[in-house]
């Protein structure tokens, strides 16, 4: 019992340390010195590099996505709704979901295992003998680029994905490549694409302090990064889908349309 217990103490305490790591990323944000040319680096490093992993998953989302769109139409005739099927799935809620996951993957691991090396080869304190704010040059430059590169991401997946939709029926029933995208955003309106897709600034938060306090608390030397790296996969990913069913709600209750 006595152990019990203990575990759980230590797991609140982490889970009250992570969030006020949270809470002081956001602080730091809106105070000077902005970091602005290492925010820009991150964003590209984050951002940029990522875009080919997006673009090649939402033509396979999108492709998968639209064959078994058809397979389920076909038996009650209405083919011509697949286009516009595809679409506000996609933007609703597939792109941003599948969207988050594979950054989650990919910059998750990255920050973490990038931070956790700096931890054991003790190069944060060096950046601390130097006068320099380690917090706000390697966290706060980070969550940043992730609130700012996230929906842009997003994006890039529903165009992708609506493109592979695209790929697929044409190869399948011919249709023609402006009625097809007419089609496809022929239901999509403001409230669908906007709070869908803003709402994913928030994984981005999610994971980029999720993965930089994994980071920054590494111990164990090299072992320890690789935990750090696993465990920011992980929890970032387990966050995500958790707090994106909460975001739902609000915007179902924000935007009553939306879930009509």
Same mark, same amino acid.
């Given at each position: 019992?006595?152990?019990?217990?203990?575990?759980?103490?230590?797991?609140?305490?982490?889970?009250?340390?992570?969030?006020?790591?949270?809470?002081?990323?956001?602080?730091?944000?809106?105070?000077?010195?902005?970091?602005?040319?290492?925010?820009?680096?991150?964003?590209?490093?984050?951002?940029?590099?990522?875009?080919?992993?997006?673009?090649?998953?939402?033509?396979?989302?999108?492709?998968?996505?639209?064959?078994?769109?058809?397979?389920?139409?076909?038996?009650?005739?209405?083919?011509?709704?697949?286009?516009?099927?595809?679409?506000?799935?996609?933007?609703?809620?597939?792109? &941003?979901? !599948?969207?988050?996951?594979?950054?989650? *993957?990919?910059?998750? +691991?990255?920050?973490? /295992?990038? @931070? #956790?090396?700096?931890?054991?080869?003790?190069?944060?304190?060096?950046?601390?003998?130097?006068?320099?704010?380690?917090?706000?040059?390697?966290?706060?430059?980070?969550?940043?680029?992730?609130?700012?590169?996230?929906?842009?991401?997003?994006?890039?997946?529903?165009?992708?994905?609506?493109?592979?939709?695209?790929?697929?029926?044409?190869?399948?029933?011919?249709?023609?490549?402006?009625?097809?995208?007419?089609?496809?955003?022929?239901?999509?309106?403001?409230?669908?694409?906007? &709070?869908? !897709?803003?709402?994913?600034?928030?994984? *981005?938060?999610?994971? +980029?302090?999720?993965? /930089?306090? @994994? #980071?920054?608390?590494?111990?164990?030397?090299?072992?320890?990064?690789?935990?750090?790296?696993?465990?920011?996969?992980?929890?970032?990913?387990?966050?995500?889908?958790?707090?994106?069913?909460?975001?739902?709600?609000?915007?179902?209750?924000?935007?009553?349309?939306?879930?009509?």
């Amino acid at each position: 019992m006595e152990a019990w217990w203990t575990r759980a103490g230590v797991l609140f305490a982490s889970i009250g340390d992570a969030t006020l790591f949270g809470l002081r990323a956001i602080r730091e944000t809106f105070r000077p010195p902005f970091e602005l040319k290492e925010t820009a680096r991150q964003i590209y490093e984050l951002g940029w590099r990522s875009a080919p992993l997006i673009a090649a998953s939402g033509l396979a989302v999108g492709v998968v996505m639209s064959m078994h769109t058809r397979a389920s139409l076909e038996r009650f005739g209405a083919e011509a709704l697949i286009p516009a099927a595809l679409g506000i799935a996609l933007i609703r809620e597939t792109g &941003p979901l !599948t969207a988050g996951l594979l950054l989650s *993957g990919r910059i998750g +691991a990255g920050i973490g /295992a990038e @931070l #956790g090396a700096m931890k054991v080869t003790e190069q944060i304190d060096a950046l601390e003998a130097t006068a320099v704010d380690s917090f706000k040059y390697l966290v706060v430059t980070r969550v940043v680029a992730c609130v700012v590169l996230m929906p842009i991401l997003t994006t890039v997946m529903n165009l992708t994905g609506i493109a592979g939709g695209f790929i697929a029926e044409h190869a399948t029933s011919g249709m023609p490549f402006w009625l097809y995208f007419r089609s496809a955003f022929s239901l999509v309106d403001f409230t669908d694409y906007v &709070p869908s !897709t803003l709402k994913t600034s928030v994984f *981005g938060f999610l994971i +980029a302090t999720t993965a /930089a306090y @994994l #980071g920054t608390h590494t111990t164990s030397g090299t072992e320890g990064v690789g935990r750090a790296a696993t465990r920011s996969v992980v929890l970032s990913s387990v966050l995500l889908i958790t707090v994106n069913v909460l975001l739902v709600r609000v915007i179902f209750f924000l935007f009553p349309e939306t879930g009509g």
